[in-house]
C-alpha cells in the first residue's frame, strides 16, 4: 500500500504474504512463467522482466528452487500450456481512494467478475480503464538500512531520483531502468540493500483513519488474495496503527 512509508508499505505486504505462503509462492511463480514465455529467454539477464520477477519473489522469501523449476519448465512448455496475459483494474475505495491492481490471466472475463464482486462486496466501486491509472507512476524502490550521508550521496552518484529518510534506513526511488544499476552501484560501495522493487507509487495521497481506514485494508486484502491479482496498490496515507 502506498502510504506515509514505503519501507512500512513493503513490509506490511511481507508479513501479510506470511499468513498466504502458499498463494504468494503461485503469485510469484505464475508471474516468472508469464515472464520467460513473453521475453522468450530464460536468463534474466536478456530478460528485464524475468529479472523484475526473480527480484520480488527473492525479497518474498521464494526458495530459489522453486524460482528455477519455474524457469525451466517455462522454457520447457509446450503447446497447450496456459498463457497468462497481464491485465489492470481500476476502482475506488472508502474515503474516496484510487486502487489500481496488477492481474495476470489466463481467463480475462474470470478475473475482471471476480474484480468486481470484491469491489462491490467490500465496499469499493470498479472505475474504468485509465480512471485512476493516471495518479500512479512506476518507479523502482530500494531499501537500504543505512541512512548515513555517505549512503544518500552513492545513492544519487548511481542513479537514485529520490530518496526519504525514515526510523528504518533510506528509502530510495529510481527509474525503473536504472533499479539494478543503482542497487549494484550501492552494494559495491559497501552499502548492503534490503529489499529492491518494482512499484507503482500515487502522484498524492488521501489522508484515511478509522472505519475509511479499515475497510479499505479488507477490500485491498480481499482483492490479493484473488488468485489471478498480483499486485494491488492504493494512494491511501494511513496512519501506523491502522497498517498493523
Known sequence: ???????????RKKGANDKRRSAMISKHLRAITAAVRSGGSGD???????KNCI???K???????????????????????????????????PGGTAIFIEALTDN??????????????????????GSVAW?????????VPDASEAAQEAAIEHGAEDFQESEDGLEITAAPADLYAVQDGLT????????????????????????????LMVLMEALEDLDDVQNVYSNADLPEDEEE
Request: glycine share 12%.
Open 59 to 93: 525479497a518474498d522469501t521464494v526458495p530459489v528452487d522453486n524460482i528455477d523449476s519455474a524457469i525451466k519448465r517455462a522454457l520447457g512448455a509446450g503447446e497447450g500450456a496456459a498463457e497468462y496475459k497481464e491485465v489492470s483494474y481500476e476502482g475506488y475505495g
Open 188 to 215: 559495491a560501495a559497501g552499502f548492503p540493500v534490503e529489499s529492491a522493487q518494482m512499484t507503482m507509487i500515487p502522484s498524492n495521497t488521501v489522508a484515511v483513519a478509522g472505519d475509511d481506514a479499515r475497510k
Open 44 to 50: 534474466p539477464a536478456g530478460n528485464l522482466s524475468l
Open 55 to 57: 527480484a520480488a519473489a
Open 135 to 143: 495518479q500512479f507512476e512506476k518507479k523502482g524502490v530500494l531499501l
Open 108 to 129: 480475462v472475463n474470470r478475473t475482471v467478475a471476480e474484480v468486481r464482486s470484491v469491489f462491490s462486496k467490500k465496499g469499493g466501486s470498479m472505475g474504468n480503464s
Open 1 to 11: 500500500m502506498a502510504g506515509h512509508s514505503k519501507w512500512s508499505q513493503i513490509k
